[in-house]
Structure formats: C-alpha cells, structure tokens
C-alpha cells in the first residue's frame, strides 16, 4: 500500500531526528574521549563514538533510500555547549547530565520497527549501563582501581553544573522580589539600592553558611563511618571479606574472581579499608565532600552574581525607573538560566527559558503588588 504524503513526512522527520541526535552523541563522545586523562575510559568513549557514528550512517542509509538529500549536519547547541564545558573543567562535570540523558533515552528505538531490525535499541541499552557504571557509584563488572577513580571523579564533579545555575537563580529571584516588593510600597531610589544591596550580601551570606555547614557536617558523618569500619576491619577480618565477596559478585565477577580479589585486598589494612569505605559506603576517602570553604565561597559567589542583576538599573536610572530596568536585566538572566536548565532537563531551550522568565517574574510581581498594599495601608 503506498504511502500517503504525511506518513512520508513524518518517517522523514523521525529519521532526520535521529540522525542529529546520533551525531550529537558521537561528537561529545568524541570531546569526552579527547578531554579524559584516564586512556582506559577514553576508550571507552571512544568506543562508544564509533557505535553513535555506525547508528547516524543507518538514518542517512534511510533517508537516501527514500531519495532525500542528506548533506552535512550541524551540531546542536546543547551538545556543543556541554563539549565546551567538558573540555573547560573536565567530563566529570558534564558526565552527570549526559549520563541522565542516556538514562532517558535508552528506550527511544523500542518502537522504531527500523531500529529494531538495525540492534539499535540494544546498543542504547548498553551505552546507558556504561554510562550509569562511570559516573554512579558503582556497577556491573567495574572493580578496583578503576572504580574508586571514577567514584572520586564523580564526586568531585558531581552536579556542579545544576548547583551552579540553581545558585544563581536563587539570589536572583529572591533579591528581585525583594526590590519590587519594597519598591511596591517605598520609591526613594536610595532606601531601593540598599535594600537590594542587603539582600545580596545577606542571602549570600546565609547561602555560604548553610553550603558550610552542609560540607562540614557530611564530612563528620564520612569520617564516623570510616572509623567504625575501620574498627570492624580490626575486629572481624574474616566478616568483611565476605562483604567483599558479596559485593563484587553483585557487580558480575565470577565468585573464584570474587574471592581472589578480595584476598588479594585484605592482605594490606590499609587497602582493605579503602576498599571497604569504597565499595560498602560509597565513600571516596580522598573526598569527603570537598572543601567546606571552597563550597561557602562559591555559593557565595553564584548567589551575588545571580542577586546583582535586579540592582543593575540603579546604574542608568532612579526610583521604579531603576526597578523596571531591573526587571528587564533580570528578565534576560531569568531566561538565560531557563535555557541552561534545559542542558539537564531535555526540554526545549526555547520552552525552559520562557518558563524560567514566567515564574520570575510571577514572583516579583506577587511582591510587588503586596509591597503596595502594604504602602497604602501604612500611608492611609
């Protein structure tokens, strides 16, 4: 039966879909593979780059039958952005957020009868397990020395992409509604500047101390449990070598391997107990968290910068002359945000920045409208 005009459409654009993503995915492969100091994990992106490539040369084989041009695919803009990323602070960074896509895209093809008869749905299962096995703390078959440098790589990099631009809308939207709340009921542009002023240093403040506090007390609780498996490694060896053996044939190692590994561990304390700390707790003890001051300063930093663009209008302007420009430089960041939020979240650049924009600007103009009711009631 032949094919109606939509149904030809619709293939083709499902296969050029598919095609961008493939080439998306081996070009940051690529990166993660050039930018990867370890050459055991560099191979395996690279391996995984040459399997996006094969499944890309399937959609163009596809799209060729049907007589349609192909030519020469641009790269994405999310993908180029996270490329840039990994190769500014490392794969570590951005590995939590492709890891997550893979996660989500691993049944893509399930319902592609075209990929289904290519093994395509089979190749993307597999590449989110290896991908959920490098950057989560442990999986199948990843042992030893390997592991506990991807555990501590991980943590190290861990979410610092989300943290960083959720830092950064926070003192942005707290401090824009505060300005145009008290601008609601107070146009004096000297009382508006330092209040926005104080609600910069103040929320970075809290932010920094709550970012210590929170850095410190996982760092104790870490350390307590390093020491009390420490004191079970003194007191019954025996016991946690049959925790090791468990755990590594949960991971796929055969139990002779298993068992040869885990006595090969136990014959050095101090080796057993990092191995213990890493593979029972999932703590890297060269960790810990990281720095509590180094986390302090930099919510500090992100919640400021995020804070100092409601202020931005005081520079051109005066009273809600200054608040409005305010609200049109926050707007724009509120948007910029939006569209790095989608890097994480797989949703439209264009939809997240908007929906980022309505929900900042909702807030301010909540705040502003019970800033003048508070005005009138005071000044009645």
Known sequence: MPQSS????????????????????????????????????????RKLATVEEAHAEVWRRHLQAMGLPVGSIAIGWRTRMLASLARRFGPAFVLPVINGQEQADSGHYDNQPEAVAGGLPRDERSHARVLQAISGPGGPGMTGDALGRMEGRHRSGGNA??????????????????????????????????????????????????????????????????????????????????????????????????????????????????????????????????????????????????????????????????????V???????????????LFTGRGALFSGLRQLAIGWAAAGVTFAIGQMVGVSLGG
């Open 161 to 326: 992409l989300r943290a960083a631009v959720l830092g950064a809308n926070d003192g942005l939207v707290s401090n824009l509604s505060l300005v145009t709340g008290v601008a609601g009921a107070i146009v004096d542009t000297h009382t508006l500047l330092v209040t926005g002023l104080a609600g910069l240093v103040a929320g970075a403040c809290s932010m920094a101390m709550g970012e210590w506090l929170s850095v410190n007390s996982s760092r104790e609780l870490y350390q307590k449990q390093i020491e009390t498996e420490a004191q079970e490694l003194e007191q019954s060896p025996e016991e946690e070598k049959q925790e090791l053996i468990l755990i590594y044939q949960a991971k796929g190692i055969p139990e002779a391997e298993a068992r040869a590994l885990a006595e090969r561990l136990m014959g050095n304390k101090e080796t057993a107990l990092d191995s213990l700390v890493r593979e029972e707790l999932g703590i890297d003890p060269n960790e810990l968290g990281g720095s509590a001051w180094v986390a302090a300063a930099t919510s500090f930093c992100l919640f400021a910068l995020g804070a100092l663009f409601p202020l931005l209008g005081f520079f051109f302007a005066e009273g809600r002359a200054a608040v409005g420009c305010g």
């Open 328 to 342: 049109v430089s926050s707007g724009l960041a509120l948007f910029g945000i939006g569209v790095c939020t989608s």
């Open 6 to 45: 939509r149904e030809k459409a619709a293939k083709e654009k499902r296969y050029r879909a598919n095609l961008q993503s493939e080439i998306d995915g081996a070009h940051l492969y690529r990166v993660l593979a050039d930018t990867e100091n370890d050459p055991r994990l560099s191979g395996v992106y």
